[in-house]
């Protein structure tokens, strides 16, 4: 049963950093794109960014510049570095998997296949 297991979550003040990891188990991680949702508490959950098995990134456009999306393939990994957050980041962080092969939009959440249990990101005011 494929596992993805998210970290890194936690309180932080307006204009700090925090970086979620997720861990990826029981499916070959090179072949598939890799990203990361998030839902705030009454909102729908959206896309934040995404890493495909080639390497290629998106974002969604509010967030480039500040979110970094990174995969490492060795560890069966992916990562989302945060920087700058505001009180609006605040919100559930999913990771997500989807095969390669897959070429439905990223950014839609009916896109992906696996899904984690989510990790909390609270940014302060």
């Known amino acids: 049963q494929v596992q993805l297991v998210e970290s890194g979550g936690g309180l932080v003040q307006h204009g700090g950093s925090l970086r979620l990891s997720c861990a990826t188990s029981?499916?070959?991680?090179?072949?598939?794109?890799m990203g990361w949702f998030r839902q705030a508490p009454g909102k729908e959950r959206e896309s934040v960014a995404a890493?495909?098995?080639?390497?290629?990134?998106h974002y969604a456009d509010s967030l480039k510049g500040r979110f970094t999306i990174s995969r490492d393939n060795a560890k069966n990994m992916v990562y989302l570095q945060m920087n700058s957050l505001k009180s609006k980041d605040t919100a559930v962080y999913h990771c997500?998997?989807?095969?390669?092969?897959?070429?439905?939009?990223?950014?839609?959440?009916?896109?992906?296949?696996?899904w984690g249990q989510g990790t909390q990101v609270t940014v302060s005011s």
């Open positions: 029981r499916l070959t991680f090179s072949n598939y794109d």
């Open positions: 997500a998997a989807k095969y390669k092969t897959r070429t439905t939009s990223w950014a839609t959440p009916t896109s992906w296949d696996y």
């Open positions: 890493i495909d098995w080639t390497g290629n990134t």
